[in-house]
């Protein structure tokens, strides 16, 4: 499995930050390999909101699609990413946020596992790079939005 967490300061509100990272469908305009992003079967009550999520990733013929499940506990901040289909063994993925001084702290920790144990292998040693490339496309995307 390969995990890793990221703790930053982004400066934008927090609820500017966690509607963004919910709109999987703009993933595609900054998220680094990400092709689409599709939602499906959206609920909101007034403590949660879930719904599937595809997110296509790769790089012109050579893609996948993700098939995920997320839900946002309004309450605690939090959003949790679990694993529903495609090539993904084991996903936990969770994103936490919290308002300090109109910034806003996350906490991203990701634990997963690729069901092809070669591409698991090649998806280790590259992980914390592909990571950080994404995490600074979402801090660069609030910048633009918020800021």
Known sequence: MSSASIKKIIPCKKDQLIEMVLDIEK??????????????????????ITFNGDLKVGKSILNE????????????DKIIVTNLDGPLKYLKNEWHFKEINNNTQLEFFIDFELKN???????K?????????IAKAFEERAVRLYK
């Open 27 to 48: 993933y595609p305009e900054f998220v680094p390999w990400c092709i689409e992003g599709k939602i499906f079967d959206k609920n909101e009550s007034s403590d949660l």
């Open 125 to 133: 040693k590259s992980f914390e790079l592909g990571l950080n490339k």
């Open 65 to 76: 699609t993700f098939s995920s499940h997320v839900s946002y506990h309004k309450e605690t």
């Open 117 to 123: 144990p070669i591409l698991n292998g090649i998806m």
